[in-house]
Nanobody, 113 residues
Framework: QVQLVESGGGLVQPGGSLRLSCAAS????????MTWYRQAPGKQRELVAS???????NYADSVTGRFTISRDNTKNTLFLQMNSLEAEDTAVYYC???????WGQGTQVTVSS
């Protein structure tokens, strides 16, 4: 059984920070590159960041320098540290193992004053 449970979202002021977590079942986490996606109201879901099993990372241009993706392979947990948040970062954030059909339920991030 595959489980992906995101947490850590919330309401934050512009310029603030949040750290998202995704607890994944071991059978998925150990096998795949893990990614964070986000979907804002009325927009398509977009890739935010990815991290391979060995720790190589990639970021969307819009978050480079502000967001950091990481993973703890001993705890099967994916993280997204988000700094200098902007209103445009408001979205539901999802973790997703690449090349699978599995998605978590998402966690809402709202950046507003």
């Amino acid at each position: 059984q595959v489980q992906l449970v995101e947490s850590g979202g919330g309401l934050v002021q512009p310029g603030g920070s949040l750290r998202l977590s995704c607890a994944a079942s071991r059978n998925i986490f150990s096998m795949y590159t893990m990614t964070w996606y986000r979907q804002a109201p009325g927009k398509q879901r977009e890739l935010v960041a990815s991290i391979t099993r060995s720790g190589s990372t990639n970021y969307a241009d819009s978050v480079t320098g502000r967001f950091t993706i990481s993973r703890d392979n001993t705890k099967n947990t994916l993280f997204l540290q988000m700094n200098s948040l902007e209103a445009e970062d408001t979205a539901v954030y999802y973790c997703h193992p690449r090349l699978t059909d599995y998605w978590g339920q998402g966690t809402q991030v709202t950046v507003s004053s």
